[in-house]
């Protein structure tokens, strides 16, 4: 295993970071799995059950809640359209990005991290402290000042030292990035070990349609983590030979923030000089995402394509959810409204999954909020 960047003969990585080439060039972990389906049939359902697709060294211990492996359900729309939902808002600190802090945490411990840090608009930074917390890791945590409370709570709670940033996530992530550079950088979009455990998403979503492939995916597109992850995996278990066909990635954004939707048809070429407006779905409002290209080829190489949503879009779907029993946060929402457009657009009947990112108790006060004014 190695880790390669723009050049891959030049890669920083030293006993405690390794998350940058040396001119601070995004990295890739270069890794070829093995998998042998035989192997799952005594271990647990939890993604850790995948542990020779994940490269972590054998003898680390692992930092886990034996998440993963959440449910696959069907859901239908009011306009009759359905659709299979992973429940990825169940996981121990609310959302999806548990899958990439228990292997990014895993390998930070092996490593021998005393102290690492972290950027967010909320989900990622809770997700990182709770396992950090569990590795006995000390964590500095930045978010931009109008993350949600319910979600710095989180983070304070499980004993990590929130920075609050006044600005945007764009500046949050920069003052972040600074910090990192005398510790080590446990970010959800630099760090390349956390799309290998949002990968396993797509491991279990073909182990729970019998080792078949949906047809189209639906994700929410903001720094790419379950983008990429998904690409990722889809990609191993194809040249594995374990599936057949790599589904189409589907990419929600909201009208208010979409570098991704203008990169994808060609409106804009200068990501880092995408300016955003304010949009409700804050887990997806990243205006400059740094591994945009790698979404865009993600997107392109399967044969996807980009979605663009309404606040009022969002809202409508949000309360839709909320009417069948599923009490998600908005962000969770606007990939909802992406795939029901996305559902209306076809001409005939494909196997579709998405998935509830984030619970929403974690945006209480935005949500109280946005009924008011909604």
Not at 5 to 23: D, L, P
Not at 200 to 224: F, H, M, R
Not at 229 to 253: D, R, S, T, V
Not at 337 to 356: D, P, Q, R, W
Request: charged share 20%; with cysteine; glycine share 6%.
């Amino acid at each position: 295993m190695q880790f390669i960047g723009q050049n891959s003969n030049s890669f920083y990585a030293t006993k405690n970071k390794i998350w940058h080439g040396v001119n601070f060039e995004l990295l890739q972990i270069d890794f070829q799995p093995t998998f042998d389906r035989l192997k799952l049939v005594n271990r647990p359902f939890n993604l850790w059950r995948y542990r020779e697709a994940i490269p972590i060294d054998i003898e680390a211990e692992i930092i886990s809640f034996e998440e993963g492996f959440t449910p696959l359900l069907p859901l239908t729309f009011k306009d009759g359209t359905k659709a299979l939902i992973k429940q990825e808002y169940l996981f121990p600190s609310g959302s999806y990005k548990d899958r990439g802090a228990s292997i990014l945490i895993t390998q930070a411990k092996y490593l021998g991290i005393k102290h690492l840090v972290q950027d967010s608009s909320g989900n990622a930074g809770a997700s990182i402290a709770t396992y950090a917390k569990k590795a006995q890791i000390s964590c500095d945590i930045y978010v931009p000042e109008d993350t949600s409370v319910a979600k710095t709570t989180q983070i304070s709670a499980m004993g990590a030292n929130i920075i609050t940033v006044q600005g945007n996530r764009k500046e949050t992530a920069k003052q972040a990035f600074e910090a990192a550079k005398k510790s080590y950088y446990a970010s959800h979009c630099y760090n390349p070990y956390f799309f290998h455990g949002t990968k396993t998403i797509a491991y279990e979503i073909c182990e729970q349609l019998d080792w078949k492939t949906p047809d189209s995916i639906v994700l929410p597109a903001g720094n790419g983590t379950l983008i990429l992850g998904a690409y990722i995996g889809f990609n191993e278990l194809y040249h594995l030979g374990i599936i057949a066909k790599i589904p189409k990635i589907i990419a929600i954004q909201s009208e208010h923030c979409c570098p991704i939707y203008k990169l994808f048809n060609k409106e804009h070429f200068l990501i880092e000089k995408y300016e955003a407006s304010e949009t409700i779905a804050e887990g997806i409002a990243i205006p400059n995402p740094v591994r945009a290209l790698e979404m865009l080829e993600a997107i392109t190489y399967s044969h996807g394509t980009v979605i663009l949503v309404s606040d009022d879009e969002i809202m409508s779907s949000w309360k839709e959810m909320a009417a069948s029993g599923y009490f998600i946060e908005p962000t969770s929402a606007a990939c909802i409204a992406g795939l029901n457009k996305y559902l209306n657009s076809l001409a005939h009947t494909e196997i579709c999954v998405s998935l509830f990112s984030g619970n929403g108790l974690k945006s209480i006060e935005k949500i109280s909020k946005m009924l008011t004014i909604y």
